[in-house]
């Protein structure tokens, strides 16, 4: 009977409320608890509608029959709810691209971006933290204008390397000044366990934020935007939030749990038709597959022709048609892929977080764990990170709060790219008919390697069975500020924080291993320190109805402190015991760096009608760095923005709903790197390129030599002075805007070492001794091209062309190495862009064709091109002609399909890999080997002065590309020209696609969950690209300004990605 | 009100103690490096210079590729493949060039100034020597190169003048010279120390000065001022060497290429030095070269045949020392010299030559050897003695050292073919890209077939 009441009187309530009009009144808030204005709030399916007021706070009619409330707010994910009362408060949450009204800019001051004269981009943590990334870095690839981001490896932990708006610096940092929470945060590798192109790539160290807890990122781009920054800032600056917990809300308990797959890549192509050895035979353990057709050859197990079966694990390899084909087995001979060594890799991302508040205090607390697996065998990343942000007020006008981080991540990386000891040089350099797989240790502990026991390279499986970079960092991020608002028109800030890290690492070769005979190990100790602190003393008054101002008067002070110890040794006692006692010898070493800078700053504003806007900057700043009698440097910055919509004639526009014109003008320094004043003596030492070398102490005896560089009391600041202009508008209600840029930064006085002549003793000279421009334009264009009831097409596109010239060198110095070995360098050359290969050429005419020699007196070859050793040249920048990725968002109810398409059109990479592997017979290109070709150019040759005559007649002489031609005077080994290394990396990349369903709040209701979703992402599906490599995406030197490089670097992945996000 | 007066006092006070801190926050000497000295004592630089000058002399690009060019060894890959068939880039030099300069003997001229500067002549002894030894090698490879004006880099002097080569003979006359007064100076105040070759021996640093002198005169073809210095250079039991340790962190140059490097593999000997040997079984093999199979292979000179004997232990090995000279060299001088003379002694010349050649066999093989000596050798008298014979057993004894390739230069002995179809064998490297990209006074060498003024 009980029952049937109750039931009678939910349906009279049901009946009542969808029968009857009712009013629905509640608040909508951001995540912060913010609340909304101006939001638009409709019935759906009506044309009833209405807008929140200041507070967020809303009321509306639902007319008799409707109980759907729709919810839009430009830069916010919509919502429709059922209602099911009369009150509902509404949580939004920002969707994909926030084109919110209020930015981040420096110093975490908030501003209307209406008011600012220059770009800012912001993106959302949601776009960041369902790629399955680890490093955040990697995941601002292609989402904003004007950034550049490479990866160096597909390693699981790997490092990445970001610069906005090109290089600013010649030979020093490059990357954008990170700043958490105000904290600015050490982000570079600190060690790449090894130089050139040898080895691992640790992490950049923006790896040990978890993207989980980021709200938002802003990217400052211009010199106005980070001058507030002052030193450091020229490069641009990430200004990371983020999230806190919200005021007056209930506990919300949100999960993320998320498994990853990485699977191979694109990679080079090898061919499998010919097999190990040299002249069309058959060759143990012969470095390189100019061997015999395999197709005309089977086994023999004779002992007489089967002289390693350790190795030869299948049996000598013999032509049919031989004098030895008597003892074939008539096996036919297999070809194994090198590839199989690569695995998939799992990863596994966890996230708790609990946000709540009271009305006076909020709480964010996060636990994140990842435990990720490369395609490596044994490449593993961890991570474990701890936040709590929490914020109190403790009167009215008093509030304080504190950010705190922990973070320890734990990476075993596997050495790869252009090092015998490394994946990459065994891996791919390893003939067809070489099986790898069949064991790399041989009983006696010795290594089974294709040239041999304990060969040249190392077998792929000893790399990363025996040898291992272990690395694990502890970190702490703290933060506190203290905020007064003494009066009406002055508030006053106060937010101190440290960074700290502790980094350790071994790093290990086994016994046998290629170049490590006796085995090595490296145990290293790092201790970073940050310290910050801003004082700011804010001043906004409004003068008149028309016009207010805001000022800031602040004050910086910034120390950075790095000190390391190390010890290794390069003969283990025991093999395979890696303790730093295990040996006859140790050397222990030491480092350190440590600096400070101070600053005083002005920051004004002034807006008249919400129409004009005028800012300026000045900042005075002192260094440690700099030289006695030039500690100090003012920059200042000035911009204007002009929202021409407010005019009059404009207002009522229906097509155009918002524009905006802005201009800055800003002047930012950088200082000199530490202890560059003056010259030293450094520890003693003698090797050579081929050769490790010795270290002193040597025999027991110490030994000094004078240093290599050339110290410099008379430096001054690099500077840059920015220009930017640019027009932000949107039309149609906000269904289409457009963000346009046009920037030109000088930069001069940049300070570098200086590559000397060694007969002056000296290697490099530390000095101000460049110039470089970098200028370009960049559009940003958002549209709603459909939106029809609940399906909504939005699309955000970022173009960025730009160039990045090299204006200026000291004298006499026509370049600036950055990166390269002796067959292409990555150079900083006058009149060039910034990275720019260069490297011999063959011999061409006046008109640039290919000579084709026809001397037979000479010592080339007839019918063949030649390399001009004369001179190196440029042969193609690294830095694209330009870049456009567009962004699709599909939604449709709760779900929603994004694809991000990246396209970089124009800039090279010198493929040394592919040029190097031709000389070992070993890419498909070499296939050519019995087929005549006729080379492409004209006929010519070189007279008694080593002039050109070209007789203009184009080539039809038909030679054979054989092993004497891949391996001759024009080879990789020979310094042959390296255009034929140089490739266009133009690229188009289906870059990540992302399928998510949001259940809807009936659902959830049922389920007693406040929010549920399902995603699944696939990075790097399709890569469409003319490169003859791997991912065009590529860089052998890691996180260096030497971008540009492939040598032996590892292959590209494919990874896809499951989640679930739910809240409750 | 009254908290906000409050308040005011503290934000005050604070800005107050942030602001008067800047003094001390601003700490210039924060900006002096604690992890290197901004200047050490003399005795810890010689270790140094010595070192990387053996490094250097008895290393890589100056010993394995004049031995390649001398057939003694034939590089059947990669890089060394290049070499075999005369193929060296102005890039493939840079290493040689920028570590001889910016490290022995820019530690060379520093030791020199600071002797000066503390009376102490003892130690500017021992830098000239070594700074002589690495101008001449540095001359025999390169021809021109900047001595007077170079070293200057700190003073703002980045682009050095290039001296002549015979201005470059000159200055190693005087700088031999000079140390020889300087080791035997009565008035030196600080005691030589940190010596790594000669254990701070001023006799046996005058004997290497000596030395060298008969070195570098005899290729002026100065033949009495070569006989003259070689009676005051080394006696039989002398050797100026840099010894190396056993492990391979310690190692002596050849080691760790032939052995630990990657490019161990690059390198075997050559058909042409294994043959001469195997032909009057001289006991001197075993130890030059390494047995493949059984046998002593050599790889003919320009191929790329692997399947050959690797180096012997007489360099290929951790503590196989780096020969700089030896009383062998002064005997093979004064064999040549008594021949060349105005007026030709050939019985002292025989002499000398058995002399020579009785001291390599010792110093390689460790035993006298003296029934082959007296089988091979010893059957020379001045009535049979050729500059030819000479320089054949010259050439035997100074392998792994760039001694044969200056006198191959010299002399057009041994006898060598060129390898087919790579031209002649080069006279001289190219100068190194950094030095042409970096210093406007370089030279260009339009080919390296050009002979070299002291060659020529």
């Known amino acids: 009977m009980k029952k049937t009441l109750l039931l009678f009187a939910i349906l009279a309530f049901a009946c009542m409320q969808v029968f009857g009009q009712r009013v629905v009144t509640g608040k909508v808030t951001d995540p912060d608890g913010n609340p909304l204005p101006y939001l638009t709030v409709s019935v759906k399916g009506t044309t009833t509608g209405t807008v929140t007021d200041d507070q967020g706070n809303y009321s509306i009619t639902l007319p008799a029959g409707y109980d759907v409330l729709a919810f839009s707010f430009i830069g916010m994910q919509p919502r429709e709810v059922k209602v099911t009362g009369n009150v509902l408060n509404l949580v939004m949450q920002p969707s994909d691209y926030a084109l919110g009204d209020v930015v981040v800019t420096a110093l975490g001051i908030t501003r209307e971006k209406k008011a600012l004269g220059y770009t800012v981009q912001e993106v959302t943590g949601t776009e960041l933290n369902k790629r399955g990334n680890s490093d955040i870095v990697t995941s601002l690839a292609a989402k904003a204008a004007g950034l550049q981001v490479t990866t160096s490896s597909s390693n699981a932990g790997a490092a990445s390397y970001m610069t906005i708006r090109g290089a600013a610096s010649l030979t020093g940092n490059n990357q954008p000044l990170f700043v958490i929470d105000g904290m600015p945060m050490s982000t570079e590798p600190s060690y790449r366990g090894s130089t050139g192109q040898s080895g691992v790539y640790s992490s950049s160290r923006s790896i040990d934020l978890n993207p989980d807890d980021i709200a938002s990122v802003t990217v400052l781009k211009g010199g106005a935007a980070t001058a507030l920054y002052g030193l450091q800032a020229s490069n641009g600056v990430i200004v990371i939030t983020t999230k806190k917990g919200p005021l007056d809300q209930k506990m919300k308990v949100s999960i993320h749990s998320s498994v990853g797959i990485k699977e191979l890549g694109r990679h080079i192509e090898l061919q499998n038709e010919y097999g190990q050895g040299l002249n069309g035979g058959w060759r143990s353990k012969y470095n390189g597959a100019w061997g015999p057709k395999l197709d005309t050859c089977s086994y023999s197990l004779d002992p007489a022709l089967w002289a390693n079966p350790l190795l030869d694990v299948d049996g000598a ?20 892929d090198q590839f199989d060594f690569f695995q998939k890799g799992i990863a596994y991302n966890n996230n708790v977080s609990i946000e709540a508040g009271n009305k006076n205090s909020s709480y964010f607390f996060s636990v994140g764990n990842l435990n990720e697996e490369g395609i490596v065998p044994n490449n593993t990343f961890g991570r474990l990170t701890l936040r709590l942000n929490a914020d109190t007020k403790l009167t009215e006008k008093i509030t ?81 500020f203290m905020k007064a608002e003494l009066l009406d028109w002055l508030t006053i800030s106060y937010n101190i924080g440290v960074d700290w890290y502790v980094r350790r690492f071994q790093d290990v070769y086994n016994w046998y291993s290629v170049g490590n005979r006796e085995g090595y190990l490296r145990e290293r100790s790092e201790f970073h320190s940050l310290f910050n602190s801003d004082l700011i003393l804010n001043i906004h008054r409004k003068i008149s109805s028309d016009i207010g101002f805001n000022l800031n008067l602040g004050q910086n002070m910034f120390a950075q402190e790095y000190k390391y110890l190390t010890a290794y040794t390069d003969n283990l006692s025991i093999p395979g015991l890696y303790h730093i006692d295990n040996t006859t010898k140790q050397t222990a070493g030491q480092g350190t760096t440590n600096y400070r800078t101070a600053a005083v700053f002005a920051d004004l504003s002034v807006d008249f009608r919400s129409m004009l806007y005028l800012g300026a900057t000045l900042r005075n700043e002192w260094s440690t760095t700099m030289p006695k009698d030039n500690l100090s440097a003012l920059f200042p910055s000035f911009s204007a923005s002009f929202i021409f919509t407010e005019l009059a004639p404009l207002k009522e526009s229906k097509v155009l709903s918002f524009g905006k014109l802005r201009a800055s003008w800003a002047k930012t320094a950088n200082i000199a790197d530490p202890y560059r004043t003056s010259s030293y003596y450094g520890s003693g030492s003698a090797n050579d390129y081929y050769t490790s070398g010795i270290s002193f102490p040597f025999l027991g005896v110490s030994g000094y030599t004078v240093g290599n560089t ?19 508008m949107r039309f149609l209600q906000d269904r289409l805007g457009l963000d346009f840029s046009y920037f030109y930064n000088k930069n001069i006085d940049l300070l570098l070492s200086v590559p000397i002549a060694a007969s002056s003793g000296f290697s490099s000279a530390y000095m101000n001794a460049a110039s470089m421009e970098s200028k370009g334009v960049e559009l940003s264009v958002y549209a709603i091209p459909v939106k029809m009831g609940d399906f909504e097409w939005e699309i955000r596109s970022n173009f960025t062309r730009m160039r990045n010239p090299v204006t200026a060198l000291a004298k006499d110095v026509e370049y600036v190495l950055l990166n ?24 061409r005419d006046a008109e640039g064709r290919v000579l084709i020699n026809d001397d037979p007196t000479d010592s080339h070859p007839d019918g063949f091109p030649w390399t001009d050793k004369t001179k190196t040249v440029a042969l193609g920048k690294v830095g694209p002609d330009w870049t456009l990725n567009i962004y699709n968002t599909l939604h449709y109810k709760g779900l929603s399909l994004t694809a991000l398409v990246d396209i970089k059109r124009g800039g090279y990479v010198n493929n040394g890999t592919r040029f190097n592997l031709n000389y070992y017979g070993q890419t498909v290109e070499t296939l050519d080997r019995d087929t005549p070709t006729v080379f492409e150019g004209v006929y010519g040759h070189l007279d008694a002065n080593g002039n050109v005559i070209s007789s203009g007649v184009v080539n039809t002489t038909e030679v054979i590309k054989d092993q004497s031609w891949y391996r001759g005077e024009n080879s990789f080994t020979s310094g042959g020209a390296a255009t034929q290394a140089v490739e266009d990396a133009s690229w188009v990349k289906l870059r990540e696609v992302t399928l998510s369903y949001m259940f809807s709040n009936e659902i959830l209701n049922k389920i007693r969950l406040q929010g549920l979703e399902l995603y699944v992402t696939g990075n790097n599906l399709i890569v469409s690209t003319p490169y003859k490599g791997g991912d065009p995406e590529v860089s052998v030197y890691g996180a260096t300004n030497g971008q540009g490089f492939d040598y032996f670097a590892s292959p590209g992945v494919r990874s896809y990605l499951f989640g679930v996000k739910l809240s409750f | 009100m009254k908290s906000l007066y409050k308040s005011k006092i503290a934000v005050m006070a604070l800005s107050v103690l942030l602001f008067t801190g800047c003094e001390k926050w601003i700490d210039t000497d924060l900006n002096t490096n604690p992890d290197v000295p901004s200047d050490v004592p003399m005795n810890l630089i010689v270790p140094s210079m010595e070192l990387s000058m053996a490094y250097q002399i008895g290393g890589i690009r100056a010993v394995k590729t004049t031995n390649i060019y001398m057939q003694f060894l034939n590089g059947v890959a990669r890089q060394s493949y290049g070499e075999s068939n005369y193929i060296l880039s102005a890039t493939d030099v840079d290493d040689l060039w920028r570590r001889m300069y910016y490290q022995p003997m820019m530690d060379a001229t520093r030791l020199i100034q600071k002797a000066g500067e503390q009376n102490s002549p003892h130690y500017a002894g021992v830098a000239k020597v070594c700074m002589a030894l690495c101008l001449g090698t540095m001359t025999n490879l390169f021809g021109d190169i900047p001595y007077a004006d170079a070293f200057t880099g700190d003073q703002g002097g980045l682009q050095p003048e290039f001296d002549t080569q015979e201005e470059i003979y000159n200055s190693i006359g005087t700088l031999l010279d000079e140390a020889i007064t300087d080791l035997a100076s009565t008035e030196n105040i600080l005691a030589l120390s940190g010596d790594i070759i000669y254990n701070n021996n001023r006799t046996s640093w005058r004997k290497a000065a000596y030395a060298l002198k008969a070195r570098y005169a005899l290729y002026r073809g100065d033949y009495a001022g070569a006989l003259s210095a070689t009676a005051s250079a080394f006696s039989a039991s002398d050797k100026f060497v840099m010894a190396f340790g056993t492990t391979d962190g310690e190692a002596g140059p050849m080691f760790q290429y032939a052995t630990v490097s990657s490019y161990k593999n690059d390198v075997k000997m050559c058909a042409t030095f294994i043959d001469k040997l195997l032909a009057v079984t001289d006991p001197r093999l075993p130890f030059y070269a390494k047995t493949i199979g059984g046998a002593y292979v050599g790889s003919p000179a320009g191929s790329e045949e692997p399947d050959a004997s690797g180096l012997g232990v007489y360099n290929n090995k951790a503590d196989a020392p780096v020969v700089l000279s030896s009383y062998a060299e002064m005997q093979f001088i004064r064999a040549e010299c008594f021949l060349r003379q105005p007026v030709p002694d050939a019985d002292a010349a025989a002499a000398a030559f058995k002399a020579a050649v009785a001291s390599s066999v010792l110093a390689v093989t460790g035993v006298a050897n003296t029934d082959w000596l007296d089988a091979n050798i010893n059957i020379e008298t001045g009535a049979t003695i050729t500059l030819e014979k000479i320089m054949e057993q010259k050439y035997l004894a100074m392998y792994s050292t760039v001694v044969p390739y200056d006198d191959y230069r010299r002399t057009g002995y041994p006898a060598l073919t060129p390898v087919a179809g790579a031209g002649q064998i080069p006279e001289r490297f190219p100068y190194p890209q950094t030095e042409i990209s970096y210093n406007t006074n370089c030279p260009v060498v339009a080919n390296t077939s050009e002979k070299l003024w002291i060659f020529d």
């Open chain 1, 317 to 336: 390899i013999v032509s049919n048609n031989s004098a030895y084909a008597p003892t074939n087995t008539g096996e036919p001979v297999r070809v194994y």
């Open chain 1, 400 to 480: 304080t709060g504190a950010n705190i981080m922990y973070a320890r991540t734990k990476n075993n990386l596997i050495r790869e790219g252009g090092t015998s000891s490394g994946i990459g040089i065994g891996l791919y350099r390893t003939p067809a008919t070489f099986n790898n797989a069949a064991g790399y240790k041989l009983p006696d502990g010795t290594q089974r390697t294709y040239t041999g026991v304990n060969g040249t390279y190392n077998n792929p499986y000893w790399t990363s069975n025996e040898q291992f970079f272990k690395d694990q960092n502890d970190r702490f991020v703290g933060s506190t």
């Open chain 1, 710 to 728: 050339v110290g410099n009391p008379d430096l001054k600041h690099e500077t840059q002075t920015a220009f930017e202009v640019g027009t932000e």
């Open chain 1, 820 to 843: 390269g070995d002796t067959k292409a360098q990555i150079n900083a050359a006058v009149g060039y862009d910034y990275a720019t290969i260069f490297g011999f050429d063959w011999y």
